[in-house]
């Protein structure tokens, strides 16, 4: 289990320090999966640099199966099995992927064939094993194949930061397949930064995060309906103001 206990993180903004989590406290258990969702700059991805070791916290604890490692670094917490795919993946100039992923499964302990880990992805293998992992990928290809980085490994904690962003319909369908496998095949806790339906239909709990704070801890069931009552509030106000509007212009 991960615990966040009473995270506070600030950052450097000019010449101002700013608060942008605040008393963040979550229990994360194994073989669960967590979709984080709510509006953008609420702090979803903070909370994953957080839990990578990215960002370190000013006050409060990070525990891992009962081991502080709120002090431990990316790599140690690398080793320790967290693993974070990046909202906006870096490129790794003069590395052909098939390394990437070797290197990502620290040559050992893979989980798979990289043919399978790119199949899972929705990637052709062939045209991409042997490609540098520069500017020449896609947005969409890049974002793909680091998925597959965290694939590779035998995770306790993965953290994947709006995986859908840039990915096309038919790949879509192959990762949430693939994250449901995950679930099924391991006790690997799931962390799915979203904004897709799809997405917090796989979710046990969904965590939403506004303004640096858990605002709500859910189901499913209950973000979903208070969606759609929020489609139907806008609807009935737009057709609120078509009236008022009308009725102005016969007054005239
Ligand atoms: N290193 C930083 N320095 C200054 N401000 C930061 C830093 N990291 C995050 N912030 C600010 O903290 C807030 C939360 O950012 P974060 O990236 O966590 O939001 P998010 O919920 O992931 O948003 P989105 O849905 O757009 O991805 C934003 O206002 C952002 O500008
Ligand atoms: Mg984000």
């Known amino acids: 289990m991960l615990e966040l206990k009473n995270i506070n993180v600030t950052a450097q903004n000019g010449d101002n320090r700013i608060q942008i989590l605040k008393n963040i ?5 194994e073989k669960k999966i967590y979709v984080m969702t709510g509006p953008n700059g609420g702090g979803k991805s903070s909370i994953a640099k957080t839990i990578m070791g990215i960002y370190r916290p000013d006050s409060g604890k ?3 199966d009962g081991e502080d490692i709120t002090d431990k670094s990316i790599t140690e917490r690398a080793r320790m099995g967290i693993g974070y795919a990046f909202q906006q993946p870096p490129r790794f100039k003069g590395l ?3 390394e990437l992923l070797s290197l990502a499964a620290n040559g050992e302990n893979i989980t798979g064939e990289p043919c399978d880990l790119l199949y899972d992805v929705g990637l052709c293998t062939q045209d991409y094993l042997d490609r540098e992992v520069n500017t020449s990928l896609s947005g969409g290809e890049l974002k793909r194949i680091e998925i597959a980085t965290l694939l590779a490994r035998k995770l306790r904690v993965a953290v994947f930061d709006e995986p859908e962003a840039g990915i096309d319909l038919w790949s879509f ?3 949430t397949e693939t994250f449901e496998r995950i679930h099924e095949n391991s006790d690997t806790t799931l962390v799915i930064i979203s904004h897709q339906e ?3 239909r796989l979710a046990h709990q969904v965590i939403v995060v506004s303004d640096g704070t858990i605002s709500e801890i859910t189901s499913q069931e209950k973000i979903l309906a208070d969606v759609k ?3 139907s509030d806008c609807r009935c106000r737009r057709d609120c103001l078509k009236e008022e509007l009308a009725s102005a212009e016969c007054d005239r």
């Not at 406290?25 to 258990?29: A, F, T, Y």
């Open 25 to 29: 406290n979550l229990r994360l258990e």
């Open 62 to 64: 990070i525990i891992l």
């Open 198 to 200: 799809r997405i917090v």
């Open 96 to 98: 052909q992927v098939k």
């Open 229 to 231: 009552q929020f489609d």
């Open 173 to 175: 369908q192959k990762l």
